[in-house]
């Protein structure tokens, strides 16, 4: 696609429930980044990968939260058993390559624990 | 550790008038820095980067930002403020030579006012 595409936008969920987000980024891109961003804040960094391989999970906050890239392409992050702290907007970014080139964002997802 | 200091979270200016963004980073080894800005309900844009070379560096609709080691200091400014300047700008720290795995500072909203 022309841009990285996060789906859903926005996403409710009870307490308790698991989700999976997803990111499709841009079309060769190799990297690809996941952040969360609580209102207010800046982007927090979460993980990302190189190809299929996830390079640094660094970032993660604990165990509940895992993220995959198979094929290295599109992106999944998910979060299981939901807690209410866990809302905020996840964002996604690829680049092109390894190195100092510009990661491109997408609109991120919106989750809201209830 | 690194770190990003967005000195005020909230910024207003008239428009015409001169635009300038306040950002301190703490590093260890040389960084490259970078200013996001970010419209609502879109993702985040890369402004302009700074990674080695000139100090003064210029990006996208008319923003400069100058490197300043003996600051630690990587403002952005704009000489005249448009209407279309109002948003949130992030400034981002990275050690690495992975120019997607950013620390952010937590913001500074921008407002035009006619």
């Known amino acids: 696609g022309a841009g990285v595409s996060q789906s859903p936008r926005y996403k409710v969920t009870k307490r308790g429930q698991d989700v999976a987000l997803r990111c499709d980024p841009i079309?060769?891109?190799?990297?690809l980044y996941w952040y969360r961003q609580a209102l207010g804040q800046g982007p927090e960094f979460l993980t990302y990968?190189?190809?299929?391989?996830?390079?640094?999970k660094s970032g993660l906050p604990n165990d509940r939260f895992s993220a995959e890239r198979p094929e290295g392409s599109i992106s999944t992050l998910t979060i299981q058993r939901t807690e209410q702290r866990d809302s905020a907007m996840y964002r996604c970014?690829?680049?092109?390559?390894?190195?100092?080139?510009?990661?491109?964002f997408g609109q991120g997802t919106r989750l809201t624990v209830v | 550790a690194q770190s990003v200091t967005q000195l005020g979270s909230h910024v207003s200016v008239s428009e015409g008038a001169l635009v300038l963004l306040r950002c301190n980073y703490s590093s260890s080894v040389p960084p490259y820095l970078f200013w996001y800005v970010q419209y609502p309900n879109q993702g985040l844009q890369l402004l302009l980067k700074?990674?080695?070379?000139?100090?003064l560096v210029k990006g996208i609709n008319g923003f400069e930002a100058e490197f300043k080691k003996s600051e630690t200091s990587f403002h952005l400014t704009k000489p005249s403020a448009h209407m279309s300047d109002a948003a949130e700008y992030f400034c981002a720290v990275t050690e690495g030579n992975q120019g997607g795995k950013l620390i952010f500072g937590q913001g500074t909203e921008l407002s035009v006012k006619p």
């Open positions: 970014a690829s680049s092109s390559n390894r190195g100092l080139t510009e990661a491109f």
């Open positions: 700074y990674t080695t070379g000139a100090t």
């Open positions: 079309s060769g891109h190799v990297s």
């Open positions: 990968f190189n190809y299929e391989a996830q390079q640094d």
